[in-house]
């Protein structure tokens, strides 16, 4: 995202390359490209979120460190990665519905909140805010049971677990857990955990947007603090200083906010997504109950095993998982725009 900043104190203006909004976009190009970027985007950050699933399905608190350490020890290297070629099949198409809805929706809101007289900055915050809300409800429709799936697999094997029969082998792959779900729980046990997902990830994507574009709006108020510090002036009027960040420094500025952001996330969120895992994951009978599981069960269970500070559990994964996946998705996603911007409405930094 692209801001222009004005700081009265400092006399300072920043100039960055204009917004590309969705009209601007080549869609194949931002699709195919967005597809083989993501991928390996999701590739290097797998391992944190499967160690995030292992400690939020676990009886009692144990390190991240010790987690990995067991699991690579007991269950071998590719334990780290059980579950992701159902989650990476299921990324792309969930992928494209979450950009598809960013865009329409950042564009739409913003254009309306401007028009309305609403201030620059309250415009982008909104306009973010919205698009991250409705782009993370069109990616539930496909990602909760590619997550139900792969969240199943990745528990398989853990010794320190509420599920029955931990060490054996339980599915053999994901098509082979989409089935045994869908034959033992029907097409609900594939959608089980949606509504706390869109209450974990709907408002999440939204505080991540809207605190991406006030982190940006901070940092850039820094940024131009420090560059008036240091003269670093391309031209000077009627007292006003300005200057144009190159490629490097819009992508660090992207990556700190980026970083800021998915940290507040991670933290708000954090008790909703350990109920929705334990949810997906956990049977009803490994709940304590017969028949489906219910949120306040779950809770009560977490509660019951080490108190309201169970809900935190995975949290160290979940922080480093969005801070860093914040900061190289965001990145990704800038670098995708321009790679897809029409030939004629290339905009270079």
């Known amino acids: 995202m692209n801001l222009s900043v004005a700081e009265e104190e400092s006399a300072q203006e920043i100039h960055l390359p204009a917004e590309i909004d969705w009209q601007m976009l080549d869609k194949s190009k931002f699709f195919f490209l967005g597809a083989a970027l993501f991928s390996g985007v999701s590739a290097s950050l797998y391992p944190a979120v499967v160690l995030k699933t292992r400690q939020q399905v676990a009886q009692s608190q144990i390190s991240c460190m010790k987690t990995a350490f067991s699991m690579v020890r007991h269950e071998g290297f590719r334990a780290l990665y059980r579950g992701f070629g159902t989650s990476l099949t299921g990324t792309i198409p969930a992928r494209a519905l979450y950009m598809t809805a960013l865009e329409v929706t950042k564009s739409n809101v913003g254009t309306a909140t401007v028009r309305l007289g609403l201030s620059e900055a309250t415009a982008a915050t909104l306009a973010n805010a919205a698009a991250g809300l409705s782009a993370a409800m069109a990616a539930q429709l496909v990602w909760t049971p590619v997550d139900v799936v792969s969240q199943r697999l990745m528990v398989q094997g ?18 082979d857990a989409f089935r045994k779900i869908l034959r033992t729980d029907g097409p609900r046990g594939l959608y089980r955990g949606f509504g706390i997902s869109i209450l974990t990830y709907a408002p999440s994507n939204a505080v991540w947007w809207a605190s991406y574009s006030i982190a940006q709006r901070l940092v850039w108020g820094g940024v131009g603090c420090y560059n008036t510090k240091k ?45 929705k895992t334990r949810l997906q994951v956990l049977d009803g009978d490994e709940n304590g109950r017969r028949g489906p599981t219910t949120v306040g069960q779950t809770v009560r269970n977490l ?45 270079t930094l």
């Open 158 to 175: 853990c010794r320190n677990s509420k599920l029955p029969n931990a060490s054996a082998c339980k599915y053999l792959n994901g098509v």
């Open 231 to 275: 003269d670093d002036r391309i031209n000077n009027k009627n007292g006003v200083s300005a200057f144009t960040p190159n490629s490097k420094t819009v992508m660090a500025v992207q990556g700190v906010s980026a970083a800021m952001a998915g940290g507040v996330s991670a933290l708000i969120t954090m008790p909703l997504d350990t109920i």
């Open 303 to 347: 509660v019951k095993e080490g108190g309201w500070t169970a809900c935190y559990r995975g949290l160290g994964p979940r922080w480093a998982s969005m801070s860093m996946s914040a900061t190289t998705m965001i990145t990704t996603y800038e670098f995708l725009k321009r790679l897809s911007t029409k030939t004629q409405e290339v905009l």
